[in-house]
Each structure stands twice: as C-alpha cells, then as structure tokens.
C-alpha cells in the first residue's frame, strides 16, 4: 500500500501533467525532472512558475526558487525567507479510490469549442475572473484532459475538469453558481472517475472545499502551498 507521501508525490506529477497540458494548448513551454516542473516562458493566470515534485531535494529546490514569480510547493517544506517569498495560501492534497462511476445526471463532457466557452465563462463567474483565456480549444484536442459541466436548461451551473496520468485521474476547477452546492463534489467525483476508468482520484483543496470533498470520501494525503514573490 502506498505511503501518504507517495501519494502526495503521484498527486503533485498529476497536477504538474495538468499545467503542462494547460501550458501546451496555450503554445507555452515547459521543462521537467524528478524533482520540479518549470514553465519556461511566463505561465497563465492562476498557474505556477514551478512546482515541488521531490519532498528530499529540498536544498536544489530553494535555489531554483530563488527570483521566480509563484512556486507550488507541494510539500510544505521550503525555506520561505531563504526563497524571498510568502505564503499566498495553504491546501491538502486529496486522494479516493473510488472505481470508475457513471456519468451523474445532468452532466456532461464538454465536446467542442463553443460549449468549452461557454464552460470558460461560467467557471469565471464563480470568482475565477481572469481577461485571458486560459481553457482554448486547443485543450479538447489533448486526449488526457477533460471538462466536464452539470447543466440547468441550457446554463452551464457547475463543472470541473479531469486530467489523466499513468496511475491517477486529477480533478481540478471545481466551481459551482449555487451556494452551498450540497451535490457538486460528489458528482465530480462520479464526473471524473469516467476519465480514471478505476484509477484513483486525486486533486487538492482548502477551507469549505475541503470541507465538501472530503465528506463524499477523499482522504488527506499531506499538504502544500502557493508561494508568491
């Protein structure tokens, strides 16, 4: 049985494969190794510079930190004087064993570019506000990304996306227009273990998110933060 912090290890190279696929579709390029994903040119909204993905490199990783915009620290271990950066916030990873499920009512996965605009928007109005369109249709063209949506009519009201890896499924952008969605992260579990075909699913979360995942089963797996300059 894996180790929590294996885990974390496979949750954060899950997350780096998202912002990667991300960084693609977008014509932006990025670098990789054992020890940290970097975007090369400078990365979209709401996206990292670099990400953690070696709990015990710990000194390389400062000095590669060293002068960059935002790092993902996905293991809450570097020296944050050392780096000149703070703390923009704090979040646990999540893991769920749950096998594959079936598409939950009302959902659907986003299949060309003018529904995923129409995604982009709503998950805008749920606060994620940015000029940029950071989802293009160059995204529906990768076969390991996936969005998903829960209408109401024809109103896009909730939706998430899924990125596959060899062992996992993350799923990320959960968003919602109803208060207190009481469904929303039970069904995006359901949502995005239709990408994961019985792989577990990852992702990370704080605050009444977290809350709300982990009452329809994810479990804690360890913690990370956004640093910023």
Same mark, same amino acid.
């Given at each position: 049985m894996l180790s929590t912090q294996n885990q974390a290890q496979i949750a954060a190279n899950n997350n780096a494969d998202l912002c990667a696929a991300i960084m693609a579709a977008n014509g932006l390029r990025t670098e990789r190794n054992e020890n940290a994903y970097i975007c090369i040119d400078d990365p979209l909204p709401y996206y990292p510079k670099m990400i953690t993905l070696n709990p015990i490199a710990t000194d390389e990783l400062n000095e590669r930190a060293k002068g960059l915009s935002g790092v993902k620290d996905s293991f809450s271990c570097l020296d944050v004087d050392l780096v000149g950066?703070? +703390? #923009?916030?704090?979040?646990?990873?999540?893991?769920?064993? =749950?096998?594959?499920?079936?598409? *939950?009512?009302?959902?659907?996965?986003?299949?060309? #570019?003018?529904? @995923?605009?129409?995604?982009?928007?709503?998950? %805008? &109005? /749920? %606060? !994620?506000?940015? /000029? =940029?369109?950071?989802? =293009? *249709?160059?995204? @529906?063209? /990768?076969?390991? @990304?996936?969005?998903? #949506?829960? @209408?109401?009519?024809?109103?896009?009201?909730? %939706?998430?996306?899924?990125?596959? !890896?060899?062992?996992? +499924?993350g799923m990320s952008n959960v968003? !919602?227009?109803?208060?207190?969605?009481?469904?929303?992260? &039970? /069904?995006?579990? !359901?949502?995005?273990? =239709? +990408?994961?075909?019985?792989? *577990? +699913?990852?992702g990370y979360e704080r605050g009444a998110d977290l809350e709300a995942a982990t009452s329809v089963g994810f479990q804690p797996i360890g913690s990370l933060r956004l640093l910023i300059r």
């Amino acid at each position: 049985m894996l180790s929590t912090q294996n885990q974390a290890q496979i949750a954060a190279n899950n997350n780096a494969d998202l912002c990667a696929a991300i960084m693609a579709a977008n014509g932006l390029r990025t670098e990789r190794n054992e020890n940290a994903y970097i975007c090369i040119d400078d990365p979209l909204p709401y996206y990292p510079k670099m990400i953690t993905l070696n709990p015990i490199a710990t000194d390389e990783l400062n000095e590669r930190a060293k002068g960059l915009s935002g790092v993902k620290d996905s293991f809450s271990c570097l020296d944050v004087d050392l780096v000149g950066m703070q +703390v #923009a916030f704090d979040a646990t990873w999540i893991w769920s064993e =749950t096998k594959q499920q079936t598409m *939950p009512a009302k959902w659907r996965r986003i299949e060309n #570019a003018h529904d @995923l605009a129409k995604w982009h928007k709503a998950w %805008g &109005g /749920d %606060g !994620s506000q940015t /000029d =940029t369109e950071i989802f =293009t *249709p160059e995204c @529906l063209k /990768d076969p390991n @990304l996936a969005f998903f #949506a829960r @209408l109401s009519g024809m109103t896009m009201e909730a %939706g998430c996306i899924a990125n596959l !890896s060899e062992a996992v +499924v993350g799923m990320s952008n959960v968003f !919602s227009a109803i208060s207190n969605d009481q469904s929303l992260f &039970g /069904d995006a579990l !359901s949502a995005v273990s =239709t +990408v994961g075909i019985g792989r *577990p +699913v990852v992702g990370y979360e704080r605050g009444a998110d977290l809350e709300a995942a982990t009452s329809v089963g994810f479990q804690p797996i360890g913690s990370l933060r956004l640093l910023i300059r």
